[in-house]
């Protein structure tokens, strides 16, 4: 682990890596939205731990500031520790501030910061080692590049592990991404349903599990590099998911010899000379460890067990767990659920006079990532009453805010989608967010099950849509399926024309708005629904059950057809 190894290919990953966490700061941190992210105090945040308030705006202006110069500082290693440590300290403080914007890329970045921090990258290809090249010998211990590559490995690897769920090799993660232009080239031998499950599911799967074992053997690097870099570039044109590809790029090379810089550079130049050799030779001789280094190795090897224990541990962190298994943000489990979010309803019920009000979600938030995850629904029902009460009944652009009560209940439903599934509810709708018993140890309570009952169906799923999409261009359906004594109200506007509801399992009862009508349907049945009213679809008997809407989207019609 202290072996001296040249520090030339570490310069250049610190580098790079400054470069594109000066960009990550700037526009995924949204660090030229401060304003838009931070200025409204009425907007909702999630810390990871409620004592944490949000800052001033002065306060947020300069924590970012501190995160550019940090990120420069490490770009130009320039008081490298100095500028490694502004940089992670204000990373980790603003990621930690809000949890809808967690995910495992801006960990990794968070992981890499904190490895760079502990190192000697500063040793080559910086200010500081032109500044004092006394002190800063082109050689750095073995452990910095270890750790580096143990990182990125465990990334690969842990996230190929996590691709053998069976919703993965069974093709229904990521669908229709054949149609993207990156996959022309496989259209000419594979129809678009091919390259989703060979291509995106089995080829993704064996990739993230063995590139890594590619990378490390220097007989398959090469070709290794060439296939990490091509996936990467794929994924960024793929996916919305910021500097992570390019970061990915970036540090692939840590993978080969540390020397390589300096041998590219000779093997340029036109005269004959020799790269020189850089390691002292006192450093080659075996010397006694030190209680440091003893305890730098301890160090190490707990950061690895973290890494690998961390993607495991849901069975522990229960309360931060919905239908999925793992961790939101540090689990590495990319790309294995796909979510399709349906309706989120936010329902406030005033104990003291019973009076009902429905509240747009998407107010004081900005983005609706937290409605799945039962932690941020308790802290933005929290939020949302302390909103309430501080306008309650006051004009506000344009808008009364009702007169409330001190007692007040908020309740949420959440319909959603989990890999192509049937969208049902994710939360007890009728469950008190206010008084929700929580703990990051204990399973959710009013979290209800993923129904594995539709699983049968979704073999059918697939054709039944295409065959409603075959009907028009602006056709389309969507599959609900709900829990035995629920029912769910829906509202149709006159946007919509032909507008049919299939009943494919179970059974229930369709009543109309203000209970004009009522009428039970089994599997099979169907019914043609009027528009422009509310109607309410109660699941009868002991089985969930499950249906269709079809219908065509007129105004989308005629917008197309130039009326």
């Known amino acids: 682990m ?25 526009f995924e941190r949204s660090g030229l939205e401060i304003i838009y992210r931070w200025g409204d105090n009425q907007d909702c945040h999630f810390p990871l731990f409620p004592q944490m308030q949000i800052p001033s705006f002065f306060t947020l202006a300069l924590i970012y500031g501190t995160m550019i110069a940090g990120a420069v500082g490490i770009a130009l290693g320039y008081k490298f520790r100095y500028s490694t440590f ?28 904190i490895i760079l921090l ?33 990182q990125f490995f465990i990334l690969y690897f842990i996230a190929g592990l996590k691709k053998t769920d069976i919703e993965w090799l069974s093709g ?49 690097r090469c070709y290794a590099m060439v296939f990490s870099t091509m996936f990467h570039i794929m994924n960024s044109r793929l996916f919305s998911i910021g500097m992570f590809p390019y970061v990915c790029i970036a540090t692939t090379p840590i993978f080969c010899k540390d020397d390589w810089p300096e041998q590219l550079y000779f093997l340029i130049r ?28 301890f160090l190490l090897l707990t950061y690895c067990g973290i890494q690998f224990f961390l993607p495991y541990s849901h069975e522990i962190t229960k309360g931060y767990t919905n239908w999925t298994k793992g961790l939101y943000g540090y689990s590495w489990d990319m790309m294995i659920h796909s979510w399709n979010s349906g309706l989120v309803v936010l329902r406030v019920l005033d104990n003291a006079n019973g009076e009902e009000y429905f509240i747009d979600p ?3 938030t900005q983005n609706q990532r937290w409605s799945k995850h039962a932690d941020m629904c308790v802290q933005y029902a929290q939020c949302l009453k302390n909103n309430l009460m501080k306008l309650n009944g006051t004009f506000s652009s344009n808008k009364h805010w009702p007169v409330l009560s001190n007692n007040i209940s908020i ?27 929580w703990s990051p140890f204990e399973k959710v309570e009013w979290l209800l099950p993923l129904m594995t009952e ?75 629904i009027p528009t422009n009213k509310f109607h309410k679809i109660y699941t009868n008997g002991i089985k969930p059950s499950f249906y269709m809407y079809t219908f065509v989207n007129q105004t989308l019609e005629k917008l197309g057809n130039g009326a």
Not at 270 to 297: G, H, M
Request: hydrophobic share 40%; net charge negative.
């Open 270 to 297: 036109s005269e004959n000379c020799k790269n020189q050799d850089i390691y002292p030779q006192d450093s080659l001789k075996e010397k006694r460890i030190t209680v440091k280094q003893r305890f730098l190795a």
């Open 362 to 364: 998407d107010v004081w």
């Open 118 to 150: 502990g190192s000697s990258a500063n040793a080559t290809y910086s200010i500081d080692s032109l500044l004092d090249s006394a002190e800063h010998e082109k050689t750095v211990p073995f452990w910095n590049y270890f750790i580096l590559r143990f």
């Open 454 to 528: 539709s699983d049968e169906f979704r073999s059918q799923l697939q054709s039944l849509e295409d065959h409603v999409y075959s009907w028009s261009n602006y056709s389309d359906v969507l599959f609900v399926a709900d829990f035995p004594g629920m029912y769910l109200e829906n509202y149709l506007t006159d946007d919509l024309v032909n507008v049919t509801l299939t009943i494919l399992g179970g059974e229930v009862i369709y009543e109309t708005e203000l209970q004009a009508m009522s009428i039970k349907l089994t599997t099979g049945s169907n019914y043609v």
């Open 411 to 437: 309740y949420i439903d959440v319909w959603c989608s989990l890999n192509k599934r049937f969208q049902q509810r994710m939360f007890d709708p009728y469950y008190d967010l206010l008084t929700a018993k």
């Open 86 to 113: 502004m940089y992670a300290s204000c990373y980790w403080y603003l990621l930690l501030l809000d949890k809808t914007y967690w995910n495992n890329h801006s960990y990794l970045f968070g992981l890499v910061s």
């Open 2 to 26: 202290y072996q001296p190894r040249h520090a030339s290919s570490l310069g250049i990953i610190r580098i790079l890596f400054g470069m594109l966490m000066i960009i990550d700061t700037l």
């Open 172 to 220: 229904y993660a990521m669908l229709d991404l054949g149609h993207h232009w990156v996959f022309e080239p496989f259209k000419f031998i594979l129809s678009t349903e091919k390259i989703d499950f060979f291509v995106i599911h089995l080829v993704g799967f064996l990739l993230d599990l063995t590139i890594g074992f590619w990378l490390i053997s220097p007989v398959t």
